[in-house]
Structure formats: C-alpha cells, structure tokens
C-alpha cells in the first residue's frame, strides 16, 4: 500500500515537473515573437500570463489526457448598446487560450470540427458552430473555461481548468486586461454597466 501510495505521488509530481517544464520550453518559442514589430500590450500577450500562471499553479494535470476549451463568456450582459467588440473579447481569449495550451503539449481538442471540409465560393472550412454538422460524442478529460467582467478601465479574466466528469477543479487564474486591447480607450466607456461609444 505504502509503495502504491509512493508510485502515485512520484507520478504526480513527473506530470507536473512535465507541463511546468513544457510551459518553460514553450517560453522561447513564443517571445520570438515579441522580438518582432509586434506590440506587447496585446490581448494575446494577456492572455499568455493567465495561461502560464493556470498551467504553472497545479500539479495535478496529466498532460496525456485531453482537453476542451470553451468560450470565456461575460458574467453580465449590459441593458445598454453592447460593441461587436465585447462578444469578440471572450472568442479571442478563447482562441488565444487554445493556442497557449497547445503551444504547452497539452492534447487539445477542436470540438467544432466537422467530419469533412466545406467547400463554397467564399471559403473552405473545417469548423462550425451549428450542432448538427458537428460529431455528437467528443468527450475530454478536462475542460478550460472562464468568465470576464467588463469595468471602466480594464476587464477581469478568470479562468479555469475543471476536471471531467467529477467536475473538480485542478487550476484557476485571474488577471485584469486593459480595455485597449481590444478597441480605442477613448471611444469607448463603461459607466453603470453600460457600454458608451464617443464615436468614430
């Protein structure tokens, strides 16, 4: 029982040497790019602390099981005009998010993969978000989620890692991300939970 008990903590503490390891690996790949024009102060770049510190903060991912990222959704709607931008914010977390954990060797799973790629005039594509074109059994062992709090200067990005299907969760994170990263400081306000535009 003793040696059992042993084996499962030396496999634990592997797994999290691994993906901290994978994490500091994948360090160098991703700051070439800041090297280039590319300015820092971008939501991707935001994105990489939220993801480095939920990846670097647990030891309890096992980075041969697979994994699921969700829309990183708004806690609140407001009553007011909303931009085209505040529904992008959550999909381009998402998106950044899928990047990062791939970028770290996780087993990433696209579940809006259709079977086979559409063809039209306009475009050929592989992914869709209409149910009845996509595979109805995708399961994973874990599923990455999160929510955002739109404020009057910056948005509060909690995110985390849920283990399925006993619904625990193995890593969390938290971080403010500007408002400009994602449109004009100036022309665009949040005042009693409504979005105001100052124009364009």
Not at 70 to 91: D, K, Q, R
Not at 110 to 116: F, G, H, Q
Not at 157 to 174: E, F, M, S
Request: hydrophobic share 40%; proline share 4%; charged share 15%.
């Amino acid at each position: 029982m003793r040696t059992l008990c042993l084996m499962i903590l030396i496999g634990t503490l592997a797994s999290g040497c691994a993906l901290t390891d994978l994490m500091d690996e994948s360090k160098d790949l991703i700051d070439v790019t800041a090297t280039n024009d590319s300015p820092s102060n971008t939501l991707h770049r935001h994105v990489e602390k939220l993801a480095r510190q939920l990846l670097s903060t647990s030891q309890l991912i096992d980075i041969s099981n697979t994994m699921a990222v969700g829309t990183i959704l708004p806690t609140m709607y407001s009553n007011g005009e909303s931009l085209p931008s505040h529904l992008a914010l959550g999909l381009q977390i998402h998106e950044s998010l899928m990047t990062f954990a791939t970028q770290a060797g996780l087993k990433v799973i696209e579940y809006k993969t259709m079977p086979n790629i559409k063809i039209s005039e306009q475009a050929d594509k592989m992914l869709s978000r209409q149910l009845n074109e996509l595979n109805p059994a995708i399961t994973a062992d874990y599923f990455l989620t999160g929510t955002y709090t739109l404020q009057e200067n910056n948005c509060i990005v909690n995110i985390r890692l849920i283990q399925v299907p006993g619904n625990i969760i193995l890593a969390a994170a938290t971080d403010y991300v500007p408002n400009d990263v994602m449109w004009s400081q100036s022309k665009v306000t949040l005042k009693n939970n409504q979005i105001y535009r100052n124009g364009y």
